[in-house]
């Protein structure tokens, strides 16, 4: 059984950081690319950063310098280190295993105001 669980998510202040964490089970971590999407209110999901098995990067132009996906094999763990955000960060996050089938998390809130 495929389980991917999101944490971190919550309430912070512009300018402020959070750093979201996803734990993977019944899945071969370790070839497997993962990403981070989200979803803000009224809006289409769109992928936000993606890691390869390889450890190549890809991030969405607005999060560009303000946020850092990294894996940790060993812990079947990706992380979505988020710095400097803004109300428009505003959303549901979701972890996303992107192997022959996509499997995906139950996602975090994050939500950014003052």
């Known amino acids: 059984q495929v389980q991917l669980v999101e944490s971190g998510g919550g309430l912070v202040q512009p300018g402020g950081s959070l750093t979201l964490s996803c734990t993977t089970s019944g899945i071969i971590f370790v070839d497997t690319s993962m990403a981070w999407y989200r979803q803000g209110p009224g809006e289409q999901r769109e992928r936000v950063a993606v890691i390869t098995r390889n450890y190549n990067v890809d991030y969405l132009d607005s999060v560009k310098d303000r946020f850092t996906i990294s894996r940790d094999n060993a812990r079947n763990t990706v992380y979505l280190q988020m710095n400097n955000l803004k109300p428009e960060d505003t959303a549901v996050y979701y972890c996303?295993?992107?192997?022959?089938?996509?499997?995906w998390g139950q996602g975090t809130q994050v939500t950014v105001s003052s």
């Open positions: 996303a295993a992107l192997g022959a089938v996509a499997y």
